[in-house]
């Protein structure tokens, strides 16, 4: 993984100066509440519901076996002893004081980590797959050009006052685990004819009150020109982009308004003066940043012997066997698998762990994993390159650390925001919803029967749970003050790239785990062969779905 | 048309230094013109060009951050200072608007921050390309000046450091 060298330590070391003295400027009445928003939100400072919330920058989604303690011990230490990894493979705290963050970001300084750009109008972290460097169907890793990104947009002196947030994501695979056509800039890496890298550039995606599919602006940018185009696409919508309304201030607005086309004009338009020009990446620099992904120290190991004592493993242990077809993935270097931690075991909101539970992702990383922990949109960790020979053992320490739950891409894998126990944003509460889907899913046989199926929440139309992109999506709503929630269907992140359609007036919270059973259903009884629940829906539409739910109780 | 974003305060911040303030900054309906150093709203500056010429103190112009560089660039070259006004301090399209006036019309007078600024952006409006900086009100500058020096290096490509660090650097 990327190494930081004294010119980007000292940028970190800095902005945790800068940002002490902001903040201690503002608790000297020197700093208006209205100026210090931004400062402290693009240090990742929100003022939440019941406490304010740290959130810290995992750039792409990639941690050391280090980072990751120190993470643990900052939990203990200035928090409550847990932390909640987010959809944009981040992490949050739940409870740190205003006045300790400064010191909470010297200590993740300390580890080459940050909390800079994780809020507010500017760009934020740049995401991409978690199985980037070992997954069969790469094009190429996309982590050196993150981590390019990152560098680039990091304390950008142009667009930190932007006129909303802003995210991008690189897609470096055939199949997209990057959601990246629902962001600000999607980036697929693809080839031309003679073999050259480069960039199929999207823009205009992203969820929230408007859920927008992202256009293509440029179906093959040479990869040189990357951070000139970027200026030139974030210029365009720094100085046109609507400032007015909030709500209609992302990039998205900006494209519909313009339509692609014209959009891609006016980008290129601008580019024709940056092009070429002095932030033109060469060779070296691309070398540079690759050299820190490079492959780790693989053994060379025959495979099908490997897999022959899996097998037999798996048919003397029934657990294992289903941690292994759930948790376990195949990567493109024989011998290794990568596996999921699972962070949606029932009763555990989405995406939390504690510090102990942290503490051994770092050990099971240390000895499986050549140190290295992926987060990843689904808010679960990914340890790669582990050798297969090893997966018995490390199933065996996850396990009673209570990180093999063996449920990755079922029902019970669900995305989830943190809702309104603690969001001062949120209509409705969701980890409760999330706790109840998994308590009434708890039967194994029929949650593996049902197969990959997708299911987001949201507690408001934000859409941090990703609503708009589930298979199944629930939505917290408000009507005259009560919590209640709307049910969409067909949603999906991939390639094809869908958003859910609303099945019917929304549900009271008792409602809502009986109607996804209806909805289970309605897929079980009309699916043809190994047909899953997205496949169906898309099939036969909406319609049985919604007679099923709202059919009068008889 | 314009409004007055502020009396000018008597002192400002000039190249990193204090420095009193001569300019007297005029809104859009000007009768007449008052003696000594001026700034004017650039549209006035374009209408009454041959006019103000003839003016006895420094006229400088002054735009609102979202105005568009295009339609005001080629008659401003010679004025000695373009002050730019943030209505809000968070509407960040005045750090386009420096930027495109040094880097691509070259201007090479004063760019002056005017109106609702706050100093904790002074560091990246100077790599924009700002070099002078007048708050909504009168605090103290030489404190503020500090926060020119947040960083002592950048990644980025701009009007203070035409070259990327990995090109200097690495």
């Known amino acids: 993984m990327y190494i930081y060298d004294q010119y980007d330590q000292k940028l970190v070391d800095e902005r945790v100066e800068q940002y002490r003295d902001q903040t201690q400027r503002y608790l000297d009445g020197q700093i208006s509440e209205e100026a210090f928003l931004p400062l402290r939100l693009q240090n990742g400072l929100y003022v939440q519901r019941l406490a304010p919330m740290l959130r810290i920058a995992v750039p792409y989604g990639l941690m050391s076996s280090r980072q990751v303690r120190k993470i643990a011990n900052i939990s203990r230490t200035f928090d409550k002893g847990y932390v909640h990894f987010t959809t944009r493979q981040n992490i949050q705290l739940n409870w740190p004081v205003l006045e300790e963050v400064p010191d909470i970001l010297a200590e993740l300084a300390s580890v080459e980590m940050h909390a800079i750009q994780t809020s507010g109008n500017c760009i934020r972290n740049t995401t991409t797959d978690q199985f980037a460097g070992v997954a069969n169907d790469e094009i190429e ?15 950008h002196p142009e667009f930190a006052f932007l006129p909303r947030k802003f995210k991008i994501a690189v897609c470096g695979s055939e199949e ?16 031309n004819d003679n073999g050259e890298t480069g960039f199929h550039i999207y823009a205009g995606g992203g969820l929230g009150r408007t859920p927008v599919i992202a256009s293509s602006i440029r179906e093959f940018l040479p990869k040189e020109h990357l951070l000139t185009y970027l200026d030139a696409i974030l210029r365009v919508y720094n100085r046109f982009g609507n400032r007015d309304n909030k709500y209609k201030a992302r990039i998205k607005i900006l494209v519909r308004a313009w339509t692609p086309a014209v959009f891609a004009e006016r980008v290129e338009a601008e580019w024709e003066h940056l092009k070429n020009g002095p932030a033109t990446l060469n060779g070296d620099e691309i070398e540079r940043v690759k050299s820190f992904f490079t492959a780790p120290d693989y053994q060379s190991i025959d495979d099908a012997f490997v897999d022959a004592q899996l097998q037999s493993l798996a048919t003397e242990h029934k657990a294992f066997s289903r941690w292994l077809d759930r948790n376990v993935r195949a990567q493109k270097q024989a011998g290794y698998a990568s596996v999921t931690l699972s962070l949606k075991p029932a009763g555990v909101a989405p995406g939390d762990v504690t510090d102990r539970q942290l503490d ?54 669900m995305i989830c925001c943190p809702g309104g126990d603690y969001c001062s944003l949120a209509n409705a509460k969701s980890i409760p919803v999330a706790e109840a889907i998994q308590r009434k899913f708890d039967d194994l046989d029929y949650v593996y029967d049902l197969g ?58 008792d409602a809502v785990v009986d109607s996804i059973e209806k909805l289970l259903d309605v897929y079980v009884e009309n699916r043809l062969d190994q047909e899953s629940f997205l496949n169906t829906y898309q099939r036969i539409g909406i319609e049985k779905f919604k007679e099923r739910v709202y059919a009068p109780a008889s | 048309m314009h409004q007055l974003p502020n009396e000018c305060p008597k002192q400002y911040l000039k190249d990193g230094v204090v420095i009193d303030n001569q300019w007297q900054l005029l809104g859009a309906d000007i009768d007449s013109l008052p003696a000594g150093d001026i700034l004017v709203p650039v549209a006035y500056w374009q209408a009454n060009h041959q006019q103000l010429t003839e003016h006895s103190g420094k006229v400088g112009v002054w735009v609102d951050g979202h105005e568009q560089v295009e339609e005001f660039a080629g008659s401003i070259a010679t004025v000695p200072v373009i002050a730019i006004n943030f209505p809000k301090f968070v509407d960040g399209r005045g750090f386009s608007l420096a930027r495109l006036l040094r880097e691509r019309y070259g201007y090479i007078g004063e760019i002056r921050a005017m109106g609702d600024i706050i100093r904790d ?23 503020a000046s500090k926060s020119l020096n947040d960083f002592s290096d950048s990644y980025q490509v701009a009007v203070d450091q035409p070259e990327p660090l990995f090109k200097r650097l690495r």
Not at chain 1, 177 to 191: M, N, S
Not at chain 1, 368 to 383: A, K, M
Not at chain 1, 385 to 395: G, H, I, N, R, Y
Not at chain 2, 121 to 143: K, P, T, V, Y
């Open chain 1, 141 to 155: 890793d996309p982590r050196p050009w993150c981590e390019i990104i990152r560098q680039w947009s990091t304390i």
């Open chain 1, 176 to 191: 997209d685990r990057a959601a990246f056509l629902l962001h600000d800039i999607g980036i697929q890496i693809v080839k």
């Open chain 1, 360 to 413: 051994t992702i770092a050990d099971l990383a240390d000895r499986f994993s050549f140190g290295e922990i992926r987060t990843t949109h689904n808010q679960n960790i990914v340890l790669a390159d582990v050798l297969k020979s090893e997966l018995f053992a490390l199933w065996q320490l996850a396990k009673p650390a209570g990180l093999a739950t063996p449920n990755i891409g079922t029902i019970n894998d």
């Open chain 1, 452 to 509: 990959d199926l997708e299911l987001n929440i949201s507690g408001c139309m934000n859409a941090c749970g990703h609503h708009h992109i589930g298979h199944i999506g629930i939505l917290g709503v408000d009507k005259k003050g009560e919590e209640w929630y709307q049910i969409q269907l067909g949603g999906s992140a991939n390639k094809n790239a869908a958003l859910a359609k609303v099945l019917g007036r929304s549900l009271s919270r």
């Open chain 2, 121 to 143: 952006q002074l560091f990246l409006m100077q790599r924009c390309g700002f070099n002078a900086f007048q708050f909504a009100s009168e605090i103290d500058l030489a404190a």
